[in-house]
């Protein structure tokens, strides 16, 4: 079983920028691949970033330019830059780990509770 926790979120002006944590405890996450995802008021949960077993870094085109996902395998974390940051960005931001990789919901088998970000214009 693996718990994640996010943390780092908050509130921020438009054009700054956050680092978004991930903690794992349970099990050690170096096997599995990660990914963040946010969720925004009525919307569905979107993939934003993933990172592979072997640190190969994936993202989804509305964030490419300016979020940077990264893992630390000695303590079991993964982070998310976030740079750039606009309204539009403001959601719940979670971390969520998977056995199988990709950018589908569904195949993400752990998850965080989520961390807030809210971004003022």
């Known amino acids: 079983q693996v718990q994640l926790v996010e943390s780092g979120g908050g509130l921020v002006q438009a054009g700054g920028s956050l680092r978004l944590s991930c903690a794992a405890s349970g099990r050690s996450i170096n096997r599995f691949g990660m990914g963040w995802f946010r969720q925004a008021p009525g919307k569905e949960r979107e993939f934003l970033a993933g990172?592979?077993?072997?640190?190969?870094?994936y993202y989804a085109d509305s964030v490419k330019d300016r979020f940077t996902i990264s893992r630390d395998y000695a303590k079991n974390n993964v982070f998310l830059q976030m740079n750039s940051l606009k309204p539009e960005d403001t959601a719940l931001y979670y971390c969520?780990?998977?056995?199988?990789?990709?950018?589908?919901?569904?195949?993400?088998?752990?998850w965080g509770q989520g961390t807030q970000v809210t971004v003022s214009s």
């Open positions: 990172i592979t077993v072997l640190g190969i870094t």
């Open positions: 969520a780990a998977t056995s199988i990789m990709g950018r589908v919901r569904t195949n993400y088998e752990y």
